[in-house]
């Protein structure tokens, strides 16, 4: 099975700053690796797919990028509304989620 | 709209027995793989099993294999998962997902609100 990591598991962070997430999968996959956002009560969002392809409807702040076992997403200026966990999700072998990592307000 | 809406979820004991629904709207539901995710209460994502356009491939997380049937009818639009033997660990609100795929790439890109299943005497 392959394992998903993420760090830091949480983060704070002020508006305007750049964040940047790694995600590390226990074997490559390639470029199987998406990324999801989560605010408290709601479901998950589909941010990135395929490590860097941009969901439609998506702000062009966010972005991913990486291949084999080391991902990124970067947020280059956070917004009020970015306040939130965010997930990394492989799909090379069915799917496995990364913990997690929870970006609050600083 | 795209839509998808769980139903289903409630209070159970240990050893019960719970059936989600999951009903799709919007979208050639025929057309797609489908998944389960669910998430603790304050933990992470977990997918639990996803199943293929016309139900001739079925895929589990390890910690359901026997437990948990994932099943599907396209002519109702709608997704199902049967779960037997519940244990307090399985806890936790499920959505029901729409997994899309382009060039080989899988992701879920469509999601319900979710459905809360406790598991508790």
């Known amino acids: 099975d392959i394992q998903m990591t993420q760090s830091p598991s949480s983060l704070s962070a002020s508006v305007g700053d750049r964040v940047t997430i790694t995600c590390r999968a226990s074997?490559?996959?390639?470029?199987?690796l998406n990324w999801y956002q989560q605010k408290p009560g709601k479901a998950p969002k589909l941010l990135i797919y395929?490590?860097?392809s941009l969901q439609s409807g998506v702000p062009s702040r966010f972005s991913g990028s990486g291949s084999g076992t080391d991902f990124t997403l970067t947020i280059s200026s956070l917004q009020p509304e970015d306040f939130a966990t965010y997930y990394c999700?492989?799909?090379?072998?069915?799917?496995?989620f990364g913990p997690g990592t929870k970006v609050d307000i600083k | 709209e795209v839509q998808l809406v769980e139903s289903g979820g409630g209070l159970v004991q240990p050893g019960g027995s719970l059936r989600l629904s999951c009903a799709a709207s919007?979208?050639?539901?025929?057309?797609?793989?489908m998944s389960w995710v669910r998430q603790a209460p304050g933990k992470g994502l977990e997918w639990v099993a996803n199943?293929?356009?016309?139900?001739?491939?079925?895929y589990y997380v390890d910690s359901v294999k026997g437990r948990f049937t994932i099943s599907r009818d396209n002519a109702k639009n709608s997704l199902y998962l049967q779960m037997n033997s519940l244990r307090a660990e399985d806890t936790a609100v499920y959505y029901c997902?729409?997994?899309?795929?382009?060039?080989?790439?899988?992701?879920?890109?469509?999601w319900g609100k979710g459905t809360t299943v406790t598991v508790s005497s």
């Open positions: 919007g979208f050639t539901f025929s057309s797609y793989w």
């Open positions: 395929a490590a860097s």
């Open positions: 999700q492989q799909s090379y072998s069915v799917f496995t």
């Open positions: 074997q490559s996959i390639s470029s199987y």
């Open positions: 199943i293929k356009q016309d139900g001739s491939e079925k």
């Open positions: 997902a729409r997994d899309l795929e382009l060039r080989y790439y899988y992701y879920m890109d469509v």
